[in-house]
Antibody, heavy 123, light 109 residues
Framework: QVQLQESGPGLVKPSGTLSLTCAVS?????????WSWVRQPPGKGLEWIGE???????NYNPSLKSRVTISVDKSKNQFSLKLRSVTAADTAVYYC????????????????WGQGTMVTVSS | EIVLTQSPATLSLSPGERATLSCRAS??????LAWYQQKPGQAPRLLIY???NRATGIPARFSGSGSGTDFTLTISSLEPEDFAVYYC???????????FGPGTKVDIK
């Protein structure tokens, strides 16, 4: 049973860099899944941030692309998010999630999610 | 960018009633649409993928339908644990982007 666990600082200063890691347990990050970050501001909806494949290929939300880097560490079975130049608008619960595979085909839906981690941007 | 619109914003129903939630895409997404349920303080839970396929472990009272731009999530008979917020989600291939709808809250009447 694959599980995801986010970790990282809960408080980041404005103009700083938000850094989070998602540890994958019960399975390999080198499987054929894509791995994503999704965030949710307090009381609001879900926003996709970006995704990574174990090869290092990435796709990003165009609205965040200039500030986001997602990377993978296969040796640690984890992937990470860096969001630069943060403001209060980046305050949110950040989730990592796995893309569903049926057979060998991605279904463009997230079947496994981490519990989420709250990040507040404040001085 | 493909924009997803969900209606209604809030649906007030009683246990045992049928819930019908709508998701409309600004352009065709074929059948590549998913539905999620989210309860307060919890991560979203995948209910439906490819518009009509139930995810593993999802009860049969949840069903999805539609293709192109108009999709529906139906809960045939609401159980107490079904009162939650429901989101639809799609993926476009170019540019590669995933978007969510704004959500429909199903609350107890």
């Amino acid at each position: 049973q694959v599980q995801l666990q986010e970790s990282g600082p809960g408080l980041v200063k404005p103009s700083g860099t938000l850094s989070l890691t998602c540890a994958v347990s019960g399975g390999s990050i080198s499987s054929s899944n894509w791995w994503s970050w999704v965030r949710q501001p307090p009381g609001k909806g879900l926003e996709w941030i970006g995704e990574i494949y174990h090869s290092g290929s990435t796709n990003y939300n165009p609205s965040l692309k200039s500030r986001v880097t997602i990377s993978v560490d296969k040796s640690k079975n984890q992937f990470s998010l860096k969001l630069r130049s943060v403001t209060a608008a980046d305050t949110a619960v950040y989730y990592c999630a796995r893309d569903l595979l049926v057979g060998a085909t991605t279904r463009d839906a997230f079947d496994i999610w981490g519990q989420g981690t709250m990040v507040t941007v404040s001085s | 960018e493909i924009v997803l619109t969900q209606s209604p914003a809030t649906l007030s129903l009683s246990p045992g009633e049928r819930a019908t939630l709508s998701c409309r895409a600004s352009q065709s997404v074929s059948s590549y649409l998913a539905w999620y349920q989210q309860k307060p303080g919890q991560a979203p839970r995948l209910l439906i993928y490819d518009a009509s396929n139930r995810a593993t472990g999802i009860p049969a009272r949840f069903s999805g339908s539609g293709s192109g731009t108009d999709f529906t999530l139906t809960i045939s008979s609401l159980e107490p644990e079904d009162f939650a917020v429901y989101y639809c989600q799609q993926r476009s291939n170019w540019p590669p982007e995933i978007t969510f709808g704004p959500g429909t809250k199903v609350d107890i009447k």
